[in-house]
């Protein structure tokens, strides 16, 4: 269409007058990526992603891909960079294979549902609407295949999740377990495969343990864990899983009143672990323990957290890898194959069963935080989610989503979600249950 602007892939360089090295160059109702200058695959998708920011971010919104060198992961690096939060944008993918165009839906879709539910305000999107909000999308791929049972408020106490309760109780809007179970075997006797947990404090004050302004601001975000596993399915599903597979959302809001948990409190969960409230901003940890171990009454013999868990993930990676741990080292290498096979970046830090002994507590089993100089803060977060799953951390892996969130917009991402890090899940559930 004439109103729409053609972007078309080149191998030549751009035109001395766009400048040295230029990667975009325009001509009429035609703009050009030079990709020429790329020395792996890799690098070209960096490109594609930087010049849709661009074209994205100066005011273009309606875009059509021509030209014959658009593949299945040029297009949707493409689509990643011409994305905002706001504003109503187009996007023609041009000419393709029915397999590569059913392919690329199905990631959009995926990826466009976590990035618009992690981006929404935290009135909008509280527990009970996140978990039915997740429940809706999977009904939508797989219908009568999905059953689900959601635990809510003093009903948590009374079921014995007492780190979800604790955590939301300091909130009007009542916190909520999903527990949903995808059977695609028709049996409801078979076994389950895989669970996936994620952590849903969809806004996070800090508690008594109370953030400044800056760091608050973001924390609608703090359910990327939740809305990471449920896109995570929602593309498997599209994908062809048919095996058993469990989605466990942790839900709740971190804030302060009259009753909300306070430092020095002790948590003894269903396992009989006892566990000293040190700071109420560690509270991811204290949700998670209750979903991982439903995963593991579940019996599925692999189970998969994701959460926005610590600053120290961060710190140690920065926005672009997400950190992965487990003790179970075989299921280390399968998380980083399947983000290295997806595009999508992943790095392994540290974990071993002795980093429990740095959570101390003179009064409980362990402290919800390490407090001795030297420790690491994210590898001890997952040192503590390590006592809540079964067979001592065997097919178990922690994702610490560093790089699910853009707090300042950059050259290849807008502000806000970004969805990294479902297509490594997604990949990690295919591989586990095949």
Not at 15 to 43: T, Y
Not at 329 to 339: D, Y
């Amino acid at each position: 269409m004439a109103d729409m602007m053609n972007v078309r892939l080149s191998l030549q360089a751009a035109a001395a007058h766009w400048g040295n090295g230029a990667q975009l160059s325009f001509n009429d109702d035609q703009s050009h990526i030079h990709v020429g200058s790329a020395r792996h695959e890799k690098e070209v998708l960096r490109i594609v992603q930087r010049a849709a920011r661009r074209l994205e971010s100066s005011g273009i919104k309606r875009v059509t891909l021509v030209g014959d060198a658009w593949d299945l992961e040029r297009r949707y690096a493409f689509a990643q960079g011409f994305y905002a939060a706001k504003g109503v944008r187009e996007l023609d993918f041009g000419a393709q294979s029915v397999a590569q165009a059913s392919e690329l839906e199905a990631l959009l879709k995926a990826t466009r549902w976590v990035r618009d539910i992690t981006n929404g305000t935290p009135e909008e999107i509280y527990p009970m609407s996140l978990a039915e909000s997740a429940l809706l999308l999977i009904r939508s791929l797989a219908g009568d295949q999905v059953t689900a049972c959601i635990t809510a408020g003093e009903a948590l106490r009374e079921a014995g999740h007492v780190g979800i309760w604790s955590v939301g109780r300091g909130s009007e809007r009542e916190p909520v377990l999903l527990e949903l179970d995808y059977n695609p075997t028709g049996d409801r006797n078979a076994p389950v495969v895989a669970a996936l947990v994620g952590k849903g404090i969809t806004f996070d004050s800090g508690g008594y343990s109370i953030k400044s302004s800056d760091n608050m601001l973001a924390m609608k975000s703090d359910m990327g864990g939740a809305a990471m596993v449920t896109g995570a399915l929602a593309l498997a599903i599209s994908r062809g899983l048919n095996k058993r597979v469990k989605l466990i959302l942790c839900c709740a809001e971190n804030l302060i009143s009259g009753s909300a948990f306070k430092l020095g409190d002790i948590l003894t969960y269903k396992n009989g672990v006892s566990v000293e409230i040190q700071n109420t901003d560690a509270e991811g940890r204290l949700v998670l323990a209750d979903g991982l171990m439903a995963a593991s009454d579940s019996g599925a013999a692999y189970i998969l957290d994701a959460a926005t868990l610590t600053g120290a993930a961060k710190m140690a990676l920065g926005r672009d890898y997400n950190a992965v741990f487990a003790l179970d080292e075989a299921e280390q290498q399968r998380t980083l194959a399947a983000a290295k096979a997806e595009q999508e970046q992943a790095w392994a830090l540290p974990l071993e069963p002795w980093h429990t002994s740095q959570l101390t507590s003179a009064f409980a089993d362990l402290g919800n935080i390490a407090s001795a100089e030297g420790t690491a803060g994210a590898t001890t977060a997952a040192a503590f989610l390590s006592r809540f799953v079964r067979d001592e951390g065997r097919g178990w892996v922690h994702l610490d989503l560093a790089a699910s969130y853009q707090k300042s917009g950059n050259d290849l991402w807008a502000t806000g979600a970004k969805g990294h890090g479902l297509r490594t899940i997604a990949r990690w559930l295919q591989e586990v249950t095949a």
